[in-house]
């Protein structure tokens, strides 16, 4: 899938099923997969980046967030 490194990644021994990022996702790409979140609709996420603030584990990591943080790349949305 050529966007693939453009969605949420979870990881799944770190998620400890708290279920904030499921109820935060304001299109519903997450969901639960043997009792951790998942992305389970990718069509659906627009890449709000809620999922990645509101996890209390650090267990959701979004690739441009990374990028930004570096510097390599400027991007025009906020
Ligand atoms: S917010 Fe983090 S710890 Fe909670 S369900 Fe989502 S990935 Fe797991």
């Known amino acids: 899938m050529a966007d693939s490194q453009w969605l949420p990644r979870i990881a799944a021994d770190l998620c400890n099923g708290c279920g904030e990022c499921i ?3 304001p299109t519903g790409a997450l969901g639960w997969q043997n009792g951790k979140a998942a992305l389970v609709q990718p069509d659906r996420c627009t890449y709000s980046a809620n999922c990645e ?3 209390p ?3 959701i990591d979004l690739p441009y967030l990374i990028v930004k943080s570096l510097g390599a790349t400027q991007y025009d949305h906020h």
């Open 23 to 25: 109820q935060q996702c």
């Open 57 to 59: 584990v650090g267990a």
């Open 53 to 55: 603030r509101v996890c």
